[in-house]
């Protein structure tokens, strides 16, 4: 079963500041099978990036995606407030077909 | 624009039967996985399991022997069973639509709380 953790567990940054958010696979995969998703309070969570770095529809292009292998990266350039809320990131193929990593926080 | 209305019990009792539907707006069921994910605090976001309009099926293996999801065609619309729950299986529990590799449509969530 292939395992997804996200570091760090909560980020604490200002409006205006940059984010780097990171996304470990236990096993290999391709970066079209890693997706990055948002999620505030109360809600369900919003796709952000699929396929690496193919962004959303309506998805501003302040967020960005990187990665291949193991190690997958999500990068908010200067934060805006509605950007904090928790990140988690998403793998398709392997048993279970789909899975999550455990979240980044972000905060003020 | 799709959208995913789901609705189902809210406070089941342990053995007894989840049950949850999710109707589909604004486009048909064809072409796509129609698929159930769950989110709770000690499991955090956790598939459950997906179908097709033509009712292929797939899911985690370690909820296999309790869940089984349908869909109904007419009503453009897809349902989810888990029996015997017990209170692990208290989350909130999600509809959504996989656009391969990922869900891009998602039901506003129906919080589902299994206690004696």
């Known amino acids: 079963e292939i395992v997804l953790t996200q570091s760090p567990g909560t980020l604490s940054l200002s409006p205006g500041e940059g984010a780097t958010l990171s996304c470990r696979t236990s096993?290999?995969?391709?970066?079209?099978?890693l997706a990055w998703y948002q999620q505030k309070p109360g809600q369900a969570p919003r796709l952000l990036i699929s396929?690496?770095?193919i962004r959303a529809a309506g998805i501003p292009d302040r967020f960005s995606a990187s990665g291949y292998g193991t190690d997958f990266t999500l990068t908010i350039s200067r934060l805006e407030p509605e950007d904090f809320a928790v990140y988690y990131c998403?793998?398709?193929?392997?048993?279970?077909?789909?899975?999550f990593g455990q979240g980044t926080k972000l905060e003020i | 624009q799709v959208q995913l209305h789901q609705w189902g019990a809210g406070l089941l009792k342990p053995s007894e039967t989840l049950s949850l539907t999710c109707a589909v707006s604004?486009?048909?069921?064809?072409?796509?996985?129609w698929n159930w994910i769950r989110q709770s605090p000690g499991k955090g976001l956790e598939w459950i399991g997906e179908?097709?309009?033509?009712?292929?099926?797939n899911y985690n293996p370690s909820l296999r022997s309790r869940v089984t999801i349908s869909v109904d065609t007419t009503y453009n619309q897809f349902s989810l069973k888990l029996s015997s729950v017990t209170a692990a299986d208290t989350a909130v529990y999600y509809c959504?639509?996989?656009?391969?590799?990922?869900?891009?449509?998602w039901g506003q969530g129906s919080r589902v709380t299994v206690s004696s």
């Open positions: 396929g690496a770095s």
């Open positions: 998403q793998q398709y193929g392997n048993s279970p077909r789909y899975s």
């Open positions: 096993q290999s995969i391709s970066s079209s099978y």
């Open positions: 604004g486009d048909s069921l064809s072409g796509y996985y």
């Open positions: 959504a639509r996989v656009d391969i590799p990922s869900f891009d449509f």
């Open positions: 179908i097709t309009l033509r009712g292929s099926t």
